[in-house]
């Protein structure tokens, strides 16, 4: 337990200054506690790493934080789990998104349990919160793109699938298919 409340505070100051692309621009911590709730209290996950590994989830690719620094805080095991689905901000963001789908197959387990509790808490907060610029179709265009990363972790956790799969469903009405990525929205 100290390590995860270690791990919160340490998000808490790396992610100070940053905002949620919502109307509210509400607090980013939010969202990686968000991560860690889904995964305890949704998905029975109590695997200290896992959970602290989604509370540092955006800090490499998001912040100052480097691996290195992961590694000593918190142990090599979280830094590999974040590493895992650390997006390259080096590469064009089509790439990326492309990249996330072609590598959520092949992650450790404990980063298929951060990435989809990613991809729900997203989901959600497109729901209830989203990005004030956001258009509909931008809105389905992500709910698509998201459902092919999960598709690519099934297998992973049943119970966080089907929240997954309930959250898509409110998002991509039945008998309307979402619309593929197009190039400008990646």
Not at 15 to 43: C, M, T, W
Not at 147 to 176: C, I, M, N, W
């Amino acid at each position: 337990m100290n390590q995860l409340i270690r791990a919160v505070a340490f998000a808490a100051d790396k992610h100070r200054k940053q905002r949620r692309k919502d109307a509210d621009a509400s607090p980013y911590i939010n969202h990686p506690i968000a991560l860690a709730q889904v995964l305890a209290n949704e998905g029975d996950i109590d695997d200290e790493h896992v959970l602290i590994a989604a509370i540092l989830h955006d800090t490499v690719e998001d912040t100052d934080t480097s691996h290195d620094e992961l590694v000593r805080c918190f142990g090599a095991q979280v830094a590999r789990i974040v590493a895992e689905v650390t997006d390259d901000k080096s590469l064009p963001k089509a790439e990326r998104k492309r990249l996330q789908i072609e590598h959520a197959a092949h992650i450790s387990h404990g980063a298929k349990l951060v990435k989809l509790a990613d991809k729900i808490c997203n989901l959600r907060d497109i729901l209830a919160m989203p990005p004030s610029n956001w258009s509909d179709e931008r809105k389905r265009e992500y709910f698509d793109w998201a459902k092919r990363v999960v598709d690519e972790l099934r297998g992973a956790h049943a119970g966080l699938e089907a929240a997954f799969d309930e959250t898509y469903r409110k998002g991509v009405p039945s008998g309307h298919a979402a619309p593929q990525v197009s190039a400008s929205f990646r």
